[in-house]
C-alpha cells in the first residue's frame, strides 16, 4: 500500500498544546531544572518514553552509550526517560522541545507524530548528514518514506517497525471447547469465539481491543484501524488525495465496538477507561488466563521472556498467532497496520553532529539486531532482516515479518494526530452509550471538516 504524501493541512502543535492544558505542571520538576541552558556543551541529552515498568529501551541506550562514549572522550549523555502514557508523552516531549533551555538532543519519535512536530519547527531536517550513509541506503522504501516531509526531507532515522495481528489464549480456547488452531475468516468468526469464551464459563474474558481516549493512539492503530482497513473504506484516499467521511466502514467499525460492549464480549467499561490497562492485560490477564483473545502488536512477547516484565516460560506453546480478517472475508484475506519509532534531532539541539554520530553508533548492524531482539520489534533495514540472528530471535518474527506487505500505514500528515484524536472521541461516545454508531461516525465528519477543510474530503454513501 502507498503510503500518502504531502499535507492537505498545516495543523499547529502548539495549538494542541494549549488545549491540552495543565499537562506542563505534571513535568518533574528535576527534568526541567536538569535542562537548563547552563549544563556542559558536552552534554547529550537523550529523550524517550519509558513505557509503564519496562526498561528495555533504557537498557539498549546504555550499553550503546558507554561504546558512544568510550570513542568520544570528553562527551557524556544523559537520558531523560520520560514515564507517560501515550498521548501525554508526546505532549511533554513537545514542551521540553520547544525552548533552546530545555531541549534535548535526540529525540525518540513515533513516526506517526513526526509530520506535526516537523509542521511545528520542533524537529530539523538531516538531509545533509544521512546524504551517502550506508544506514539510511539500507532502509526500506516504506520506513524512508516514514521519515521525509512532502518535500522529501529527511527528518528522522527509523530503527523499528510493527505489525498487528490477533493473539489467543490456546489454554482458554481449550478449556472453552475450541479448537487451538484458529484463523478467523470474518469479523462474525471473532465475535462468535469470543462468545463461545464467554459462555463457557471459564472465568476468562471473551476478547480485548483498544477502545477510547484513555488508550490514546494504540485504540487508533490497535484497535479503530485495524477494523476500518479490514472494509472497503479508510482514513484517506490517496487516489483522490482527500480525507473520507461518510463511509459505511466507519460505522460498521463503530458497531463492531457496541457489539463488543452490550454482548459482553469484552471488559467492562470501567477497565477499558484504566490508563494502564494495557500493561495489565499483556503482563497479568493474557497470561493467567483471564482473556482468551487479544488485538495487539508484534512486539507484546517481548513481556514474556524470561528477563522481561513479565516471565511467561511456556507461552510459545501457550500463545496462538492468527491474522487480522476482512470484515467479510474479502480478498486479500487479512489488513494489519504498520507504524515505527525513530531517531530526530529537535531543531534547539546543541550540537547536530555530535548527536548525528550517536543516531549511527546506535544504528550499527550490531546495535540494531540487539534492539530488535531485546524489544521484540521488527527491523526497518534489508540488511538487518537479512541476518539469521534477526530472524531466529523470536517465534514470532516470521509472522509478523511476513504480514508486513500487507500493511497500511496511518496517513502521515501533520493533522493526522488531530484526526485520531477525534476518532478516539468517537469511540468513547459509542463505548460509554452517548450515541450510536451512526450519530458518532456523523460528529466525526463534522470535526474531520473542522481539520482538514470541505475541500480536502470526500463524502462516500452506503
Not at 2 to 10: C, K
Not at 188 to 217: H, L, P, S
Not at 410 to 421: I, K, L, T
Request: glycine share 8%; charged share 20%; hydrophobic share 35%.
Amino acid at each position: 500500500m502507498d503510503r500518502p504524501r504531502g499535507a492537505t493541512h498545516q495543523s499547529s502543535r502548539r495549538t494542541f498544546l494549549k488545549v491540552t492544558g495543565g499537562i506542563a505542571s505534571t513535568l518533574p520538576l528535576a527534568m526541567l531544572a536538569g535542562c537548563s541552558s547552563e549544563r556542559d556543551s558536552s552534554t547529550l541529552r537523550v529523550a524517550y518514553q519509558q513505557f509503564g515498568s519496562g526498561t528495555t529501551l533504557q537498557q539498549w541506550l546504555t550499553k550503546i552509550i558507554a561504546e558512544f562514549t568510550k570513542k568520544h572522550p570528553g562527551v557524556s549523555v544523559e537520558l531523560v526517560p520520560i514515564v507517560a502514557a501515550e498521548n501525554d508523552y508526546f505532549t511533554k516531549n513537545e514542551l521540553l522541545m520547544s525552548s533552546p533551555r530545555s531541549c534535548p538532543d535526540l529525540v525518540f519519535e513515533d513516526t506517526f507524530i513526526l509530520l506535526s512536530d516537523v509542521a511545528a519547527g520542533y524537529i530539523q531536517p538531516i538531509d545533509d548528514l544521512v546524504k551517502g550513509w550506508e544506514g539510511w541506503d539500507n532502509l526500506y522504501p516504506a520506513s524512508q518514506a516514514a521519515a521525509v516531509d512532502p518535500e522529501g526531507r529527511a527528518h528522522c532515522v527509523p530503527t523499528e517497525t510493527d505489525t498487528r495481528g490477533i493473539y489467543y489464549n490456546k489454554k482458554v480456547f481449550e478449556k472453552a471447547g475450541l479448537p487451538t488452531e484458529w484463523q478467523p475468516r470474518t469479523w462474525e468468526e471473532i465475535a462468535e469465539t469470543a462468545a463461545a469464551i464467554r459462555d463457557a464459563n471459564v472465568d476468562a474474558a471473551g476478547m480485548f481491543m483498544y477502545c477510547g481516549k484513555t488508550q490514546g493512539e494504540k485504540a487508533s492503530m490497535q484497535g479503530f484501524e485495524m477494523l476500518l482497513y479490514g472494509t472497503n473504506d479508510t482514513l484517506y484516499n490517496p487516489e483522490t488525495k482527500k480525507w473520507v467521511a461518510g463511509s459505511q466502514g466507519f460505522i460498521d467499525t463503530l458497531a463492531f465496538y457496541k457489539r463488543q460492549f452490550d454482548e459482553k464480549l469484552t471488559l467492562p467499561v470501567s477497565q477499558h477507561l484504566d490508563p494502564n490497562i494495557a500493561e495489565a492485560i499483556q503482563s497479568t490477564m493474557f497470561p493467567a488466563g483471564k482473556l482468551g483473545i487479544l488485538i495487539d502488536g508484534s512486539w507484546i512477547s517481548n513481556q514474556w521472556a524470561p528477563d522481561g516484565p513479565a516471565p511467561w516460560p511456556t507461552w510459545q506453546d501457550d500463545v496462538g498467532l492468527a491474522q487480522m480478517p476482512m470484515q467479510n472475508g474479502e480478498e486479500p484475506g487479512l489488513t494489519t497496520l504498520a507504524g515505527g519509532w525513530g531517531w530526530t534531532i529537535p531543531t534547539h539541539a546543541r550540537d547536530r553532529e555530535l548527536s548525528f554520530e550517536l543516531i549511527k553508533e546506535l544504528c550499527t548492524l550490531e546495535s540494531l539486531i540487539y534492539r530488535n531482539k531485546s524489544a521484540a520489534n521488527l527491523t526497518t533495514r534489508k540488511d538487518v532482516a537479512k541476518n539469521e540472528e534477526y530472524r531466529t530471535y523470536s517465534p514470532t518474527v516470521g509472522f509478523f515479518t511476513d504480514i508486513f506487505e500487507a500493511a497500511y500505514y496511518r496517513p502521515a500528515f501533520a493533522v493526522y494526530p488531530e484526526v485520531s484524536s477525534a476518532l478516539q472521541d468517537a469511540m468513547d461516545t459509542v463505548m460509554v452509550g452517548d450515541k450510536t454508531p451512526e450519530q458518532a461516525a456523523a460528529w466525526y465528519d463534522t470535526k474531520l471538516t473542522e481539520l482538514v477543510g470541505k475541500d480536502n474530503i470526500e463524502v462516500r454513501h452506503s
